[in-house]
């Protein structure tokens, strides 16, 4: 069963607003981490954002924030005023800190066009 | 700022032949990784390796693939008789192990098996 689910493959959205790509997951693990990753055209994997199963405040980097719903297993990233930069692959990510090892596992992604 | 890097960036192979994938994690780092991306397709985990042993490995992971630290510095991904279907993109990665600490990834090698 998909642990990470984004329901999102592309989404076309104008300069300047706001964006929000969507991300599920299931986990039984009481201590889990959830991630955002960009990949640009260029191919390389960009640490966004972070989102620990315990904290109690939305994560926050710049532009980018977390929607974290626990009881809806949700944690969306929103990305706003949105940039012609911001065109790329987007992955969910999430570790399950409960388990022996420390891998974590992605989403298929959302690839985000950002139209000028 | 310390960055994984890898190399080479872009790896041509004959069907059959062995490669090396060559990842130089960051210092402080004590878990590492190796992923694959098939072309525009989900990142998917093959192994990782704490301790100078694999942790972990995923069902791709089969005997055709090995990891290796022979020194301080170094991680490697071997294939031992390349396939087709093992090109892609080799994505390696280390993180310090810390909970919230994410996973830093080298910027890939593409390995295209002809």
């Known amino acids: 069963a998909q642990k990470i689910t984004q329901t999102q493959p592309g989404m076309f959205v104008q300069e300047k607003e706001a964006v929000t790509l969507d991300c599920t997951y299931d986990?039984?693990?009481?201590?889990?981490?959830l991630f955002w990753y960009k990949q640009p055209s260029s191919g390389e994997m960009i640490f966004l954002i972070y989102?620990?199963?315990?904290?109690?405040q939305n994560a926050t980097e710049g532009r980018y924030s977390l929607n974290f719903q626990k009881a809806r297993k949700s944690a969306n990233l929103v990305i706003s005023a949105s940039q012609l930069g911001d065109s790329a692959m987007y992955f969910c990510?999430?570790?399950?800190?409960?388990?022996?090892?420390?891998?974590?596992?992605f989403g298929k992604g959302t690839r985000l066009h950002i139209l000028p | 700022e310390p960055e994984v890097t890898q190399t080479p960036s872009h790896q041509v192979t004959q069907m059959g032949q062995e490669v090396i994938l060559r990842c130089v994690p960051i210092s402080n780092h004590l878990y590492f990784y190796w992923y694959r991306q098939i072309l525009g397709q989900k990142v998917e985990f093959l192994v990782s390796f704490y301790n100078n042993e694999i942790s972990e490995k995923s069902e791709i992971f089969d005997d055709q693939f090995s990891v290796e630290r022979p020194d301080g510095s170094n991680f490697t991904l071997k294939i031992r008789s390349t396939k087709l279907e093992d090109s892609a993109m080799y994505f390696c990665a280390s993180s310090d192990g810390e909970r919230n600490s994410p996973l830093h990834f080298g910027n890939g090698t593409r390995l295209t098996v002809t």
């Open positions: 989102q620990g199963s315990y904290d109690q």
């Open positions: 990510a999430m570790r399950e800190v409960g388990n022996r090892d420390d891998k974590i596992i």
């Open positions: 986990t039984s693990d009481p201590s889990y981490g």
